[in-house]
């Protein structure tokens, strides 16, 4: 495998583990989508053909079920929307719960602005098809358009492709789950009939025993038939809609991240069957595997085929049947209810989206993702007003008349087709404006967040680079390798941010590898479980991350106690669904500057792309300093002497034939003539001799200047035994990362051999850096060497230890009364011991003191020691 392939993948799909179940959803939705509206064509022909009587004489075809002297006697069409829609509100409920518990909608900020779209497009549609039927008879009716049919949502969305960005596919399935849950409580609330105390308390008491049942993890599916086909007939005979039965008992079904144990015990249970083939071992495999999946995922698998393929597509053959006769159509055509509908579903559903989006966004409830436009929610907002499945149960409720009731359903069959249509063109549209819209997202959602997030470095950096990661994965293990280089190049100035991405189907213990990081992190250890479980990626079995936790000196039962029990699934969930709404298809991924790094993930790769997206950071405003002046031909400071040269008073004679300061791994690069043109075009030439100053201590702020012939010296702190910290030649230019700052200058920058510089403003600069992207990687790049090597020289004592230690303090007070400035490295930062092996020293000989100047090492020195070697006394 080549470097750039090296990325582990699952299944070979690239796409993460956890997207498998998504994708295997949308696939079973869209068929089933196709099966749905092939039934409700069926259903118009059957209805509209010469043998169309016979299409109302089948569904009211009576069924009677007794026993004794009691008998449920329904027709066909009340057996399919009474008894079998329960199962279709049966899985919408499932996901409903898994989406509360562990999915889109159980973090706040994410479910907020789908939720509030959600809520504003059931109560706009309803408001716009009240305002057609008010006093009217069908005002009873606004149920019928405030839901969205699922999936025919998601069918349409398949068939649409690349023109849907999958951020949208996201929010539409989350805002599609808050939508039925809006659309349950209304049936719930709204739509039942008279109330029967008894046996709804007989239903209560029956759900309770079901309630019982789980307690003691009883999992068979007769018991809970039996006991479910009774609440069923009691909630009928209540007067609530028995379909709500469904909803019930799946939002009390559990939902959660399969348990570690479970699965173990699972995996022990098989290999004892291979071991020992036998019925006793594969009835107990069997059973341990069954249980291992959480019980919501397992029904939900077992009806979604069911629902999706049978029991949708047969309601739509028993309720769309509406006979188009010229009468019917013109009642329609006029109908206050059949316009309500139209108007409800295609225009109030996406004014209520968009406008619920907006508010969510202006109020700061929460964040969009990134690559979502006003299109692409247009496009998906229109296409939400397909209310299908639901649309037409509620019609079932709302109307006796069956004249008015036709009426209403062939205004949801005409909105479904208008909405289908407006939303399908508009995507479209929005793809073709824009090539890329369709294309997998590379923006890091959400951003950083210091207070969530793992961060290694100073959170203020200005660098960030983000890893998507599982510990299991030998691809990311190689990959901190280069992640160690990175922080050793740019120190305080790079952020690492780790986010987890487990690959569960390829890597088994990656799960509890992150959630035991997790446990880690609840007691402040994090960093050092991550190093840890990088160091021993062959070991990690439960037994192993004990090890590991008792190794880093956590508090073992608290630690086994939060493994345990799944208390950080969440938050590994959340990170995935992180991954997922920002593109990542494979481990490890790195966003660099909130942007996917593409290509291979060496550390000299990595650095040059950090350093090209450092001057967003580096130049994060208009500059504040000093205006360019006039009268000096080019904004130079002002300061002459008698002779109108730009004076440097109090500087040291400094010969003019100083050396060029040698290049340190591109400090001091060399322009090329094309270079040197493309800052001509901004920038102005000046005429410069031995004395001019560039820039001086105190300034408020410095220009950029190129050195087109002579010499300039940078000279830094007076008094030392070489003030001059480097000499530039010619095609050279001056600066460092404080260039765009609002600091004041301290150093000056001195002409010591005549010749001609080129000046340029700081938004001259910002221009150029704008256009010549190889021009601002360049300059960026030497920048960032400048400030490493001016932070190696501008600390006289680099002092290893405890920052609370009496010692430490000690030697610290010292340096600073003899004007001696300190590096300090605090080792209860985690320090790595490699440092101290490096120094050939232990945590016994702390504090140490290196002395840059002389490259000495001194273990737990004292004054006069210190003083030997610097060459000063007490």
Same mark, same amino acid.
């Given at each position: 495998m080549?470097?750039?392939?090296?990325?582990?993948?699952?299944?070979?799909?690239?796409?993460?583990?956890?997207?498998?179940?998504?994708r295997?959803?949308?696939?079973?939705e869209a068929g089933?989508?196709?099966l749905?509206?092939?039934?409700?064509?069926?259903?118009?022909?059957w209805a509209n053909?010469p043998?169309?009587?016979?299409?109302?004489d089948?569904?009211h075809t009576?069924v009677r079920?007794g026993a004794?002297?009691?008998?449920l006697s329904l027709?066909l069409?009340?057996w399919?929307?009474?008894?079998l829609m329960?199962?279709f509100?049966?899985?919408?409920?499932?996901?409903?719960?898994r989406?509360?518990s562990i999915?889109e909608l159980?973090d706040?900020r994410?479910?907020?602005?789908?939720?509030?779209?959600?809520l504003?497009?059931l109560?706009?549609?309803?408001?716009?098809y009240v305002?057609?039927?008010?006093?009217?008879?069908?005002?009873a009716?606004?149920?019928?358009?405030?839901?969205?049919? &699922?999936?025919f949502?998601?069918?349409?969305?398949?068939l649409v492709?690349?023109?849907?960005?999958?951020q949208?596919?996201?929010?539409?399935?989350a805002?599609?789950?808050?939508d039925d849950v809006g659309?349950l409580?209304?049936?719930?609330?709204?739509?039942?009939?008279?109330?029967?105390l008894l046996p709804?308390g007989?239903?209560?008491l029956?759900?309770?025993l079901?309630?019982g049942l789980?307690?003691?993890n *009883?999992?068979?599916?007769?018991?809970?038939l039996?006991?479910?086909t009774?609440a069923?007939?009691?909630? %009928?005979?209540s007067?609530v809609?028995?379909?709500?039965l469904g909803?019930?008992i799946?939002?009390?079904?559990?939902?959660?991240?399969?348990?570690?144990e479970?699965?173990e015990?699972?995996?022990?249970?098989?290999r004892?069957y291979?071991q020992?083939?036998n019925?006793?071992?594969?009835?107990a495999?069997r059973l341990?595997?069954e249980r291992?999946?959480p019980p919501?995922?397992?029904?939900?698998?077992?009806w979604?085929?069911?629902?999706s393929?049978?029991i *949708?597509p047969?309601?739509a053959l028993a309720?769309?049947?509406?006979t188009?006769?010229?009468?019917?159509?013109?009642?329609a055509?006029?109908s206050s209810i059949t316009?309500?509908?139209v108007a409800?579903?295609v225009?109030?559903?996406?004014v209520?989206?968009?406008l619920g989006?907006?508010?969510a966004?202006r109020?700061r409830?929460?964040?969009?993702?990134p690559?979502?436009t006003?299109?692409?929610?247009?496009?998906g907002?229109?296409?939400?007003?397909?209310?299908f499945?639901?649309?037409?149960f509620?019609?079932d409720?709302?109307f006796?008349?069956?004249?008015?009731a036709d009426?209403?359903?062939?205004?949801?069959?005409a909105?479904?087709?208008?909405a289908?249509?407006?939303g399908?063109s508009?995507?479209l549209?929005a793809a073709?404006?824009s090539?890329?819209t369709g294309?997998?997202?590379?923006?890091?959602?959400?951003?950083v967040?210091?207070?969530r997030?793992h961060?290694?470095g100073p959170?203020e950096a200005p660098l960030?680079?983000v890893? %998507?990661?599982?510990f299991?994965?030998?691809?990311?293990?190689?990959?901190?390798g280069a992640?160690?280089?990175?922080r050793a190049?740019?120190?305080?100035?790079l952020?690492?941010?780790?986010?987890?991405?487990p690959l569960t189907?390829v890597?088994?213990?990656?799960?509890l590898?992150?959630?035991?990081?997790e446990?880690?992190?609840g007691?402040?250890?994090?960093?050092?479980m991550?190093?840890r479980?990088y160091?021993?990626?062959?070991?990690?079995?439960?037994?192993?991350?004990?090890d590991?936790a008792?190794?880093i000196?956590?508090?073992l039962?608290r630690?086994?106690?939060d493994?345990?029990a799944?208390?950080?699934?969440?938050?590994i969930g959340?990170?995935?669904?992180?991954?997922?709404?920002?593109g990542? &298809?494979?481990?490890?991924t790195?966003?660099?500057?909130?942007r996917?790094?593409?290509?291979?993930?060496?550390?000299d790769?990595?650095a040059?792309?950090l350093?090209?997206?450092?001057d967003?950071?580096?130049?994060p405003?208009p500059f504040?300093?000093?205006?360019p002046?006039? &009268?000096t031909?080019?904004g130079?400071p002002?300061?002459?002497?008698e002779?109108?040269?730009?004076?440097?008073?109090?500087?040291?004679?400094?010969p003019?034939?100083?050396?060029?300061t040698?290049?340190?791994g591109?400090?001091?690069?060399?322009?090329?003539?094309?270079?040197?043109s493309?800052?001509?075009?901004?920038g102005?030439?000046?005429?410069?001799?031995a004395g001019d100053v560039l820039?001086?201590?105190?300034?408020?702020g %410095?220009?950029?200047?190129?050195?087109?012939?002579?010499?300039?010296?940078?000279?830094?702190?007076?008094g030392g035994?070489?003030p001059v910290?480097?000499?530039?030649?010619e095609r050279r230019?001056l600066g460092e990362?404080d260039?765009?700052?609002?600091?004041p *200058?301290?150093r000056?920058a *001195?002409?010591?051999?005549?010749?001609?510089?080129l000046?340029?403003?700081?938004?001259q600069f910002r221009r150029?850096?704008?256009?010549? &992207?190889?021009?601002?990687?360049l300059?960026?790049?030497a920048?960032?060497?400048?400030?490493?090597?001016?932070?190696?020289?501008s600390?006289?004592?680099?002092?290893i230890?405890?920052p609370g230690?009496?010692?430490?303090r000690?030697?610290?007070e010292?340096?600073?009364e003899h004007d001696?400035t300190?590096d300090?490295?605090?080792?209860?930062?985690?320090?790595d011991?490699?440092?101290l092996?490096?120094?050939?020293v232990?945590?016994?000989?702390?504090?140490v003191?290196v002395?840059p100047?002389t490259?000495?090492t001194l273990?737990?020195p004292?004054?006069?020691?210190?003083g030997?070697?610097l060459?000063?006394?007490?």
């Open positions: 080549t470097v750039a392939d090296s990325r582990s993948t699952a299944g070979g799909t690239g796409l993460l583990a956890r997207m498998a179940p998504l295997r959803h949308l696939r079973t089933g989508a196709g749905l509206l092939a039934a409700t064509v069926i259903a118009l022909l053909s043998w169309g009587d016979s299409y109302d089948f569904w009576p079920f004794g002297n009691s008998e027709d069409q009340h399919v929307n009474d008894g329960t199962f509100f049966f899985v919408v409920g499932l996901e409903v719960k989406e509360l999915g159980a706040r994410r479910a907020a602005v789908p939720a509030l779209a959600a504003a497009g109560v706009v549609p309803a408001l716009v305002a057609f039927n008010l006093g009217g008879e069908g005002v009716a606004w149920g019928v358009v405030i839901s969205t049919d &699922t999936a949502l998601l069918g349409v969305l398949a492709g690349s023109a849907c960005p999958p949208l596919r996201v929010f539409l399935l805002l599609a789950i808050a659309a409580a209304a049936i719930a609330l709204f739509y039942t009939e008279d109330l029967r709804l007989l239903a209560v029956v759900l309770g079901m309630l789980r307690w003691l *009883v999992w068979r599916g007769p018991a809970y039996v006991l479910g009774i069923w007939v009691a909630l %009928y005979l007067g809609h028995p379909t709500l909803v019930v799946a939002l009390v079904t559990p939902a959660y991240i399969a348990r570690r479970e699965v015990d699972a995996a022990r249970r098989t004892a291979l020992s083939p019925p006793e071992f594969a009835h495999a341990s595997i291992s999946v919501g995922e397992r029904l939900q698998r077992l979604q085929p069911w629902t393929f049978v *949708v047969l309601f309720n769309a049947g509406v188009l006769s010229g009468d019917t159509l013109r009642a055509a006029t316009l309500g509908v409800g579903l225009l109030g559903k996406l209520g989206i968009l989006t907006v508010l966004v109020l409830l929460g964040d969009l993702a690559g979502l006003g299109s692409t929610l247009a496009g907002g229109a296409l939400s007003g397909i209310g499945t639901i649309s037409l509620i019609v409720l709302a006796d008349d069956e004249q008015l009426q209403a359903r062939v205004g949801v069959l909105a479904s087709l208008l289908m249509a407006i399908t508009t995507l549209l073709r404006r090539p890329g294309s997998r997202p590379d923006l890091l959602h959400p951003a967040d210091a207070d997030d961060i290694r959170a960030t680079l890893e %998507y990661g599982d299991e994965c030998p691809f990311c293990g190689r990959a901190t992640v160690d280089e990175l190049r740019f120190g305080d100035r952020r690492y941010v780790f986010r987890h991405a189907d890597h088994p213990h990656a799960q590898a992150a959630e035991a990081a446990a880690a992190a007691q402040g250890r994090f960093w050092e991550y190093d479980l160091a021993h990626q062959e070991q990690l079995s439960t037994t192993d991350l004990l590991h008792a190794a000196g956590l508090d039962p630690f086994a106690r493994l345990g799944g208390s950080h699934a969440r938050r959340q990170d995935v669904a992180s991954a997922e709404a920002s990542v &298809t494979g481990i490890p790195f966003f660099i500057g909130g996917r790094h593409t290509g291979t993930h060496d550390a790769t990595l040059a792309a350093l090209a997206s450092a967003e950071d580096a130049v405003g504040t300093g000093a205006a002046d006039s &009268t031909g080019g130079l002002v300061g002459s002497d002779h109108g040269r730009d004076a440097v008073v109090a500087l040291p004679d400094l003019a034939d100083l050396p060029e040698p290049d340190r591109g400090d001091h690069p060399r322009l090329t003539d094309a270079q040197i493309r800052l001509e075009r901004f102005t030439r000046r005429q410069v001799v820039y001086r201590p105190g300034d408020p %410095y220009d950029f200047h190129v050195i087109l012939s002579g010499a300039v010296a940078v000279v830094g702190q007076l035994t070489d910290v480097r000499v530039h030649g230019f990362l260039l765009f700052s609002s600091q *200058v301290s000056t *001195v002409v010591i051999r005549a010749g001609e510089v000046h340029l403003s700081q938004d150029v850096l704008a256009e010549d &992207t190889e021009l601002r990687e300059v960026q790049r920048f960032l060497i400048r400030r490493a090597i001016r932070f190696e020289l600390a006289d004592l680099r002092i230890g405890r230690s009496p010692d430490t000690r030697l610290r010292w340096a600073r001696l300190t300090l490295v605090d080792v209860e930062a985690g320090t011991s490699a440092l092996d490096e120094l050939g232990s945590e016994a000989d702390l504090p003191v002395v100047r490259g000495t273990r737990h004292d004054e006069a020691a210190l030997r070697i060459g000063s006394t007490d």
